[in-house]
């Protein structure tokens, strides 16, 4: 076994490895970055761009569909599913060569392709036949989606992220276990697509929603296109033909079954540690592995490692993991050159997650809590929403909340043009403005963004009414 030394590993070419590379090495530290593949970042790969690709064309086919309700007549729709999904591996496959372009351009020296497994607290084994040494390591290694014990044993009648964009064609129909982001996103693109499409899952809020009146609403216009099971649990699934037969336990507890073209499993996607001999380096691991870290520093707690990304399963979204990256790659060449006493641990940014669904959701910031009386609601409805109602996309809500100060704090929503109205807030938020200040902003007419003043003005409102002598 070739014997070698560095600075900082990294173990990982994603997005949060590639971030890492690029910091530690930025930093001064002589750095080697390990990939076992088949590389690509998770988010051109098998996540973010594929999934967006499908959506897209199911929306396409809804608003062809729809076009009715403009005086516009388009005809019968027909949706040619291997030429979707045909568009959605080419795209893709255009996003995954830019990212490889990046790696293949780090020179060979620099890095590694093998599997990693720690043989100590400052060592890794990659593969046979390197055996490296380094002064601090990154774990930026990943996840890989779940599949539920009902359904483990029914190969490729199971998809999961990792498979479903690789199939030739549409299903005839679909079952979906999940109806967080990833679940309500495939499953509204596919039934948008012509697939009979059936969602279970265990709880009552889709789209990772936490007020329950959007999610009401959710529900209501999501179970418009989409068989809804919620609450239930799936028990069994067996092959049956070609298909699925699953068996699963209604809200009501009542035993229910039925047969599907295939399943796609969108249950979560678990950190990729169980193979990476995290036990041998010395960390506190919990019932998961999962080394105990700082979220901040993203220092291992017990060695000179740091865990970044989808691998720390803390904020699995692109955006953090890049982020993250840095973080790590900095603190990393900081290790290596003077120890834990330079790291630095930069404050978090605001939280903003968003669903590509039609409606959209999003949230930012913090929770609302409605026993904390320390808070301030504003609500806009979109249902009159001027320009909602114009594109005909005049469904769901926002609610947004401030402090007494008026600094805007966080919000939910559901409903047209979310992905702007989070982005907007993030800002907001992050700049500690109050609900007066991002008032005294220019809001061009007509917009769907124009809403949001609906909700600034209530909690405007709502606080110079409490002021004293008002």
Not at 58 to 68: F, I, L, Q
Request: charged share 25%; glycine share 12%; hydrophobic share 45%.
């Amino acid at each position: 076994m070739r014997e070698r030394t560095c600075d900082v590993a990294v173990i990982g070419a994603g997005t949060a490895g590639l971030a890492a590379f690029r910091a530690a090495r930025e930093g001064g530290a002589d750095t080697v970055l390990i990939e076992a593949g088949p590389g690509g970042t998770t988010c051109a790969r098998v996540g973010c761009m594929p999934s967006k690709l499908l959506i897209t064309a199911g929306n396409a086919a809804h608003a062809a569909r729809r076009a009715e309700r403009f005086g516009i007549q388009a005809g019968p729709v027909r949706v040619d599913g291997r030429a979707v999904l045909a568009r959605v591996r080419r795209e893709r496959d255009h996003f995954v060569a830019g990212v490889r372009e990046g790696v293949a351009r780090i020179p060979h020296d620099m890095r590694i392709e093998g599997r990693a497994r720690f043989a100590g607290p400052d060592t890794l084994a990659v593969d046979e036949h390197i055996h490296l040494r380094f002064r601090a390591a990154i774990v930026a290694t990943g996840s890989s989606p779940a599949v539920p014990e009902p359904l483990r044993g029914l190969g490729e009648r199971v998809l999961t992220t990792d498979t479903l964009f690789e199939i030739a064609d549409l299903p005839i129909s679909l079952a979906v276990l999940g109806g967080g982001a990833v679940g309500i996103e495939l499953a509204q693109a596919m039934a948008r697509l012509g697939v009979a499409v059936t969602l279970f899952d265990s709880g009552t809020h889709l789209a990772s929603l936490r007020d329950p009146g959007l999610a009401e609403q959710a529900a209501r216009i999501f179970g418009a296109e989409i068989t809804l099971y919620l609450g239930a649990q799936v028990t069994a699934g067996e092959a049956e033909g070609d298909g699925v037969r699953l068996h699963w336990r209604d809200a009501t507890g009542e035993t229910r079954s039925g047969a599907f073209a295939r399943v796609l499993s969108a249950a979560g996607r678990p950190p990729n540690l169980a193979d990476l001999g995290l036990d041998r380096t010395g960390l506190a691991l919990d019932d998961d592995g999962l080394p105990d870290f700082d979220p901040r520093s993203l220092l291992c707690r017990g060695a000179n490692i740091l865990i970044a990304g989808d691998a720390n399963a803390d904020r699995p979204i692109l955006h953090e993991a890049a982020r993250q990256g840095g973080i790590a790659g900095a603190n990393a060449a900081r290790l290596a050159a003077a120890g834990p006493p330079a790291i630095e641990a930069p404050r978090r940014w605001t939280n903003l997650t968003m669903v590509f669904t039609e409606p959209q959701a999003a949230s930012v910031g913090e929770p609302y809590d409605p026993e904390d009386a320390g808070l301030v609601l504003g609500t806009v409805n979109f249902g009159d929403q001027g320009r909602a109602r114009v594109q005909g996309e005049n469904e769901g809500a926002l609610r947004l909340h401030a402090d007494r100060a008026g600094r805007l704090k966080g919000a939910e929503m559901f409903g047209p043009a979310c992905e702007h109205l989070a982005q907007i807030l993030a800002f907001a938020i992050e700049d500690g403005l109050t609900a007066g200040a991002l008032l005294d902003r220019p809001f061009y007419h007509p917009t769907v963004e124009e809403g949001l003043k609906t909700a600034l003005e209530a909690i405007v409102t709502s606080l110079e009414a409490d002021r004293p002598g008002t």
